[in-house]
């Protein structure tokens, strides 16, 4: 029989040379005369072991990694795919902590299939929640969903089960289901994982939402920049209508649920929902006045289910074993677990999924490893482009939802972007203010004038001029921008700006 | 990309046709008219609005705002550097100073053999294995200024 062995085609795995190191293996294999099936799976996130090979034993999966093709002749000749006496062996993948010592919920799937192969899907509770959903009512799915205490994972963290309830309540003759794959915090690529490991968890969620709310078309709308995620839902999509869990008369039931896959063109802002939305209608994506909600008028003006890829990905979990048991990870009033992505200067990034609660020195320190360059850590970044800058000094707040608005921070798409001590914070700031004159949609002056202008005003304080002035200015600015914008672009941009000042004025020339 | 041998009105005729009936069918018809032409020709913009009942005004208004979508064609290959947070903290930009020296070009310049064009992108979901570039479809992780000039020379001798 053929030993199954597996290389992730995950975009990270492949921008590390996976695609290379399949080759070698099927070529290395084959002069060996040894009968393999090569199986491209889903990466399981941990990235710092990328490319991370798989072979299946009768006694599980043992893994090596990182492997690059250059290792291969090497690890051919101590025994592989066999049990390989090899530097690289990380044996049995069951027994790799930084992975076993997860929760995965989400990502529970994600690196053990092959994404596209709907049996798979199938063999490790695929469909289950779907095949529910279909036999409850509208209201019972959407109570389901609340009972779970579901809450946006995009950023914004707004109860999935209320939104939902809005757009049920709203009658219309046609609602719809939004997908925002607009993953463009950097630190950010849980979406992206997900969707390129585990696409039919996506494509479940969204048709249970649209049983939900009384949606029959659904659009997944995802950034350019993901061409490896562009390709695997296109696949996705097509296998899941060939096989009726698509389309009209879903699994043989009388419901409907259409989904389309739309590309997004390089415009930060289109994450934003409302911007997504105007995107979506084929605009140039601005950003809009909010009453009214996209709830009750959304997409071409209809009732519009918008959630992040994870919310609507944990509905498909959430379904099939029930909401008590969803519920019953995490902490206070943020339930479920918690997706963490470590980037930037850490020694072993990836994604981290575990109960909400843990500290973020304890991601730091047990997962990541500290910095990559070996260096003192010196400031994180959690939430993206707007979140807030924490010092070292202060990685023992816990990572949910309050803790962090309590030291003026979010947790957003729970991006963490690690830096050493060679970091200049008051260039992280300007930064700040020049990724919000790139990216703003330009709709409100504070946002895309204040931008422009807080970048010269940081510039002077850079430069030594007036400096008390200008950061009386800067601070002005900032008021302005958070009062003055109508979306989080310019609302939070001051975030980042005023937490690197507050918390390293030594880099401001003080 | 760069198909000189398909006519715009052919190109636009399908693209608009195949996304008939579909909610807000501008980007996509611009996203089909750019993969093959690796720009938006003039005169495509023309037969779009023609055939989409827009205005010029409206889908230069569109093209414009997207960083994806071009007047101008590019160079054979398209090369993007990340800028964002996560890529900074790995030397972003000391890569980026590298790649303008060796490419000789900007931001939104292409070399003047019409190989390279260069672009900032602003992340590209590979943050724990940073620095990133994408080159076309593929994406590099940990780059630094060798592989950097690595990949680069691997392209100019494909040629």
């Known amino acids: 029989m053929a030993m199954k062995i597996y290389v992730p085609k995950d975009a990270t795995a492949c921008a590390l040379g996976a695609d290379k190191v399949a080759e070698s293996i099927i070529a290395g294999a084959s002069g060996r005369g040894i009968d393999i099936e090569l199986v491209r799976n889903g990466s399981r996130g941990a990235f710092w072991l990328e490319p991370m090979v798989e072979v299946e034993t ?11 093709p250059d290792d291969l002749p090497g690890l051919f000749e101590s025994g592989f795919p066999g049990e390989a006496d090899h530097v690289l062996s990380l044996g049995p993948v069951d027994d790799i902590d930084w992975l076993a010592s997860q929760q995965r919920l989400t990502f529970a799937r994600a690196g053990w299939t092959d994404p596209l192969s709907l049996e798979d899907y199938r063999s490790m509770g695929g469909y289950k929640g779907l095949e529910r959903a279909l036999e409850m009512q509208a209201q019972d799915i959407v109570d389901e969903v609340k009972e779970s205490g579901l809450r946006g994972r995009g950023g914004a963290a707004f109860p999935t089960g209320i939104k939902w309830q809005t757009v049920l309540d709203t009658p219309a003759e046609q609602k719809y289901i939004v997908c925002n794959a607009d993953e463009g915090d950097s ?20 048709t249970i939402a649209g049983l939900a709310v009384g949606a029959t078309r659904g659009y997944i709308y995802l950034r350019s920049e993901y061409p490896h995620c562009k390709a695997v839902l296109t696949e996705a999509i097509s296998r899941a209508e060939q096989a009726g869990l698509l389309g009209d008369g879903i699994s043989g039931s009388d419901r409907n649920f259409t989904l389309e896959l739309r590309i997004g063109a390089g415009a930060y802002i289109c994450g934003e929902e409302t911007s997504l939305l105007d995107s979506l209608e084929g605009k140039r994506g601005l950003v809009r006045f909010k009453p009214p909600l996209p ?16 919310s609507l990905a944990a509905i498909s979990t959430i379904l099939a074993q029930g909401s008590a048991n969803y519920r019953d990870f995490g902490t206070g009033r943020s339930r479920g677990t918690l997706t963490v992505q470590l980037g930037g200067n850490i020694r072993r990034g990836g994604l981290v999924e575990i109960p909400f609660g843990a500290t973020l020195r304890e991601l730091i320190e047990a997962y990541g490893g500290g910095t990559a360059s070996g260096r003192p850590l010196r400031a994180v970044q959690v939430g993206g482009p707007l979140g807030t800058w924490i010092p070292e000094t202060e990685l023992d707040v816990p990572l949910d939802y309050e803790a962090l608005a309590q030291i003026g921070g979010m947790l957003g798409h729970g991006g963490v972007v690690v830096f050493d001590d060679t970091v200049d914070m008051a260039q992280q700031a300007r930064f700040a203010m020049e990724f919000c004159a790139v990216e703003s949609c330009g709709k409100c002056t504070p946002c ?55 918390h390293f004025p030594e880099d401001f020339g003080d | 990309m760069n198909s000189s041998a398909v006519a715009p009105r052919e190109v636009v ?10 909610i807000g069918a501008l980007l996509p018809v611009l996203h089909c008219v750019q993969d093959i032409f690796g720009f938006i020709p003039r005169e495509a913009v023309d037969l779009i609005a023609g055939a989409m009942s827009l205005s010029r005004a409206e889908i230069h208004g569109v093209m414009s705002f997207y960083q994806d979508f071009r007047s101008e064609p590019p160079g054979k290959h398209l ?32 070399t003047n053999d019409g190989q390279f064009t260069l672009e900032p992108v602003y992340c590209l979901g590979n943050c724990a294995c940073s620095p990133s570039i994408r080159i076309n479809d593929e994406v590099h992780a940990r780059v630094s200024p060798e592989s950097f000039d690595e990949l680069i020379a691997a392209l100019e001798t494909e040629d």
Request: with cysteine; charged share 25%.
């Open chain 1, 448 to 502: 895309r004038v204040g931008s422009v202008r807080g970048v010269e005003i940081i510039d002077r304080v850079i430069a030594g001029q007036d400096r008390e002035f200008n950061l009386e200015v800067l601070d002005d600015l900032c008021d302005t921008m958070i009062e003055g914008s109508l979306c989080a672009m310019g609302g939070l941009t001051p975030l980042p700006v005023r937490s690197a000042l507050s």
């Open chain 1, 58 to 68: 009768g006694s599980g999966r043992i893994a090596f990694g990182p492997v690059t």
């Open chain 1, 187 to 206: 630190g950010t690529f849980a979406d992206r994982l997900l969707m390129e490991a585990d696409p039919y968890q996506l494509l479940e969620g969204m």
């Open chain 2, 79 to 110: 090369v993007h550097l990340c800028r964002a947070e996560a890529c900074q903290a790995m030397g972003a930009a000391g890569l980026e100073q590298h790649a303008r020296e060796r490419l000789g070009i900007d931001y939104g310049e292409t």
């Open chain 1, 295 to 310: 709830a009750i008028e959304g997409l071409m003006g209809k009732p519009t289910v918008v959630n992040n890829v994870l």
């Open chain 2, 13 to 22: 005729e399908n693209a608009v046709e195949s996304h008939r009936g579909r």
